[in-house]
């Protein structure tokens, strides 16, 4: 699951198990269904070098993987041009497109509908069709104008779509006598087209949005002074000076000032957050009435809001199930569809002696309907204005598969520190053996976790501070996975860890077990100070639950979760103490790392579908092993976002059940558009074929579905950040869409 399934070029020069060294992105005007990309995918085919093509349909785009040393992308941009198509290469301006190819669709549609009122004018007030049939065949060519030349560019790569479908029917019109009918399907087909395209372009511009959070410049202070630079020109280690009102525009940390920052588009926080020094800020953010300096931390091109529209982008190559049922059973639909256009109009007359021109034209009529554009992009606008909603909550799936899957998903693994707790312990109590002191248990300690990264040796380096002990230098420092950490200082072998660190080992007498035992029903983790001799001190380190845990939990219990479970490697007095305050079926604790991998393992392997919880760092084995991985809290993390499926960039577990409902939801409006496509071809297909719909009803039919389709699709994008946002989406749970 996961991987990238889009249709594979052939001619590669490299060889089919090579690696592309190049994969760029096309962005392609007009291509917006399936039937487009045709002729482009097979112009595409006989260059050598060019492998893999995925073309995205609801941004207009083509991820491309070529050889550069066999072909250059200039190359890619001919090739896409001699289909009929303008490409760029990743240009996302708009401000360089020439006049006729952005309003000539406008002007020849204007143009065909103009002549048509006044053909059908003078055929009506005259009752002559010579006086009109001028202005029917100008209406005629107008709005036939884009569709045959791309009907040519098509037939020339061997591809039959929607455009040649509907420009036989219109010459078939014509043909036949009816001047009208074809002039008057060409206008709707070129309005329809139209409408379409501006139809698809607002639900491109979500995602195009999500560009605008990054200004284009910041004031750096560089040499003494302040400059106004190009974002794309500041450096890691630049200071740059925010002030109120402004966007951030790289990550990094504060030096000075204080001010609330709107992080809502970067995590979905729908509260400000207080900046002080010390404090990150993330690209996208707005600052709010005070005044900071900020280090940058990253480039412009590595920012948070950089990632998540990166992310968001390549998304859309990680297909859906339902995408590619789609695409696979349009394959077969058109050319089945052709089939009984040709039988229709040619059977009857032939076989049974009926009138050539009715059943050749309710052959055209049926040409007009076999047009699959509804269907094609019935799914792939659903799954990009999904993806673009969740987005905007702070929520990135890495593709349309791992949003169907989350609505799906009915079992949670909640990994316990830094997810479930707020993964800040701290020290709340030191049990002192033997004459020791709390002072020397906690210099002990403090140097041997010196050289480790746990959040319990920060707990302890913290308490060790704050009481100004400065550690000593450890030697021979070595790390025991799910036990602790054994070090020399000052000569002698300590040993910081768990309980079991000290128990069933010769010659070392652990700690006291009842005082363990009751520390550990309080929810505190017990870390043990000893030597090789006896274990000599104990401290009690507690992370608070985070307070909108319990929450979330509830509400995935609400929304129909069978198993909410938490998994931890902490001691099951203290994972029970901590799951006593949530909603949970099961703990899980105890765990070593290995452990929690063959857990999740065993419970999908059972057929069951699996969302694992963690912050995405020392869980990452357990996240790759789940059906869907979820990690919390990745705003800035590269580690966090390259671990999971799905990427919280806040901390707040609310998100979770907000994501299924985005899921759930998603699903339905795509089985919704899909039945609904279906249902309406069915029955104009069954209409037509008695005689009861004509050329321009079938025209209105077919690009009205596409129209509702996409309409119905971009219901998705509607709502509020925050909790507004939550509501909404739950109120429309029962929606028929």
């Known amino acids: 699951m996961g991987n990238v399934k889009g249709q594979a070029i052939a001619g590669c020069s490299c060889g089919a198990v090579c690696t592309l060294a190049s994969r760029r ?4 005007g007009g291509m917006d269904c399936a039937h487009e990309s045709g002729p482009i995918l097979s112009a595409l085919s006989g260059i050598p070098g060019v492998g893999k093509a995925v073309p995205s349909y609801s941004d207009s785009t083509l991820t491309v993987e070529f050889d550069p040393h066999a072909v250059s992308s200039e190359r890619i941009v001919q090739a896409i041009g001699e289909a009929g ?6 240009d996302r301006r708009q401000d360089d497109v020439p006049f006729w190819e952005r309003y000539g669709r406008l002007v020849a549609t204007s143009l065909s509908g103009g002549s048509l009122l006044v053909g059908l004018v003078l055929q009506l007030l005259l009752g002559r069709l010579s006086a009109a049939k001028p202005f029917l065949l100008l209406a005629t060519v107008a709005g036939g104008w884009y569709v045959s030349r791309r009907a040519w560019q098509a037939l020339c790569h061997r591809q039959v779509e929607m455009n040649a479908l509907m420009a036989a029917a219109a010459v078939g019109a014509l043909l036949i006598g009816e001047w009208a009918e074809a002039g008057s399907a060409m206008f709707l087909f070129s309005l329809a087209q139209l409408l379409e395209a501006r139809s698809m372009d607002r639900a491109r511009n979500a995602i195009r949005r999500l560009l605008d959070l990054s200004p284009k410049e910041a004031t750096v202070r560089r040499d003494g002074g302040e400059a106004k630079l190009p974002v794309d020109r500041i450096m890691v280690g630049d200071v740059i000076v925010l002030r109120p009102g402004e966007r951030v525009s790289v990550d990094g940390i504060v030096l000075e000032g204080s001010s609330m920052v709107n992080q809502a588009p970067i995590t979905g926080e729908s509260v400000p957050v207080a900046k002080t020094p010390g404090s990150r800020v993330l690209a996208g953010s707005l600052n709010g009435r005070g005044m900071l300096e900020v280090r940058a931390e990253k480039p412009a091109s590595g920012s948070s809001i950089a990632r998540i529209i990166h992310l968001v982008e390549n998304a859309q190559a990680q297909r859906a199930r339902s995408q590619t049922f789609i695409d696979r059973f349009a394959r077969y639909y058109t050319p089945a569809m052709t089939a009984f256009a040709l039988a229709l109009a040619l059977v009857p007359p ?3 002696g009926r009138p050539f021109s009715t059943w050749f034209y309710r052959g055209l009529v049926v040409l007009v309907i076999a047009c699959p554009c509804a269907l094609v992009i019935s799914t792939p606008v659903s799954i990009v204005c999904g993806l673009t909603r969740g987005a905007r909550e702070g929520i990135l799936f890495k593709g349309g598969v791992y949003l169907e899957e989350f609505g799906r998903i009915r ?38 976790e010196s ?24 030697t021979d420092v070595q790390a025991v996975p799910g036990m602790g950490i054994r070090g020399r200082v000052n000569g002698e072998i300590f040993r910081v860890g768990n309980p079991s660190f000290f128990s069933g080992i010769s010659g070392i007498t652990g700690p006291d077990p009842e005082a363990v035992k009751a520390w550990e029903k309080q929810g505190a983790t017990v870390v043990v100070v000893g030597n090789e001799k006896e274990a000599f001190g104990m401290i009690a380190i507690q992370d608070s639950v985070r307070k909108e845990a319990a929450d979330g939990l509830a509400e995935l219990r ?11 490697g902490d001691n099951p007095g203290t994972g029970k103490a901590v799951a006593s305050r949530l909603p949970m079926d099961a703990v899980h604790a105890g765990l070593l790392p290995e452990q929690k991998i063959a857990l999740v393992r065993e419970v999908v392997g059972s057929g069951k579908k699996v969302a694992m919880v963690g912050d995405g760092i020392n869980d990452a084995p357990a996240l790759a092993q789940a059906t869907v991985g979820v990690v919390m809290g990745a705003a800035g993390t590269d580690v966090a976002l390259e671990a999971g499926d799905v990427v919280l960039m806040g901390d707040d577990l609310r998100k979770i059940p907000f994501a299924v409902r985005l899921g759930r939801r998603t699903l339905r409006v795509i089985r919704f558009n899909v039945v609904f496509s279906l249902v309406t071809k069915a029955v104009f297909l069954v209409l037509a074929t008695l005689g009861m719909v004509t050329l321009w009803m079938g025209v209105a039919a077919d690009m009205g579905a596409s129209l509702f389709v996409i309409g119905n699709s971009m219901r998705l994008l509607w709502g509020s950040n925050g909790s507004g946002s939550h509501a909404r989406i739950a109120n429309e749970e029962g929606s028929p869409a």
């Open 451 to 474: 050289r480790s990264e746990h959040p319990l040796a920060e707990a302890i380096l913290d308490l060790a501070r704050n009481r100004g002990i400065m550690p000593s230098a450890a």
């Open 558 to 568: 609400s929304l129909g979760a069978t198993d909410l479970a938490m998994l931890t």
């Open 411 to 448: 079992t949670f693994f909640f990994d316990k520190t830094g997810t479930l707790t707020l993964g800040k312990p701290e020290v709340v109590a030191i049990g002192t053996v033997h004459g020791r002191s709390e002072r020397e248990i906690l210099s002990v300690a403090a140097s041997v």
């Open 350 to 352: 032939v076989v049974f």
């Open 85 to 90: 198509f303008r490409a760029n290469v990743d």
């Open 25 to 28: 992105v096309f962005r392609v």
